[in-house]
């Protein structure tokens, strides 16, 4: 397993996140992604923006389905070089990369430890 081990990621200059989402339930075949947020890891400092995006936000085309959250999502997610997250390599991420092959999109960059 692997962690920000004594900062030197953080010192190292990478762009580091926590991910988190929420969905309907466990099975991404039959659930839907209803929020997911990132948050910043700024060295030194625990006050790094948070980064949100919801299925019923306004801009979302087709309020019925999850596509446009789950693009959005992994937009954002390829633009850090480390995720990490409670068991999110165990859920959360094979949530999304499901999700992304359901809807023709490529999945995130695989940058989460």
């Given at each position: 397993?692997?962690?920000?081990?004594?900062?030197?990621d953080l010192e190292k200059g990478l762009k580091i996140g926590i991910v988190d989402i929420e969905a309907t339930?466990?099975?991404a075949d039959y659930?839907?992604?209803v929020c997911a947020c990132i948050k910043t890891v700024n060295p030194g400092?625990?006050?790094?923006p948070i980064w949100t995006v919801?299925?019923?936000d306004k801009r979302n085309p087709k309020l019925l389905t999850d596509k446009w959250a789950v693009k959005t999502l992994i937009e954002e997610?390829?633009?850090?070089?480390?995720l990490i997250?409670?068991?999110s390599s165990g859920y959360d991420f094979p949530f999304i990369n499901a999700k992304?092959?359901?809807?023709?999109?490529?999945?995130?960059k695989k940058n989460y430890r």
């Open positions: 397993m692997s962690t920000i081990d004594n900062r030197t339930g466990l099975d659930d839907e992604l400092d625990n006050n790094g919801r299925v019923d997610m390829n633009t850090y070089d480390l997250g409670w068991y992304a092959l359901e809807h023709g999109l490529i999945p995130p």
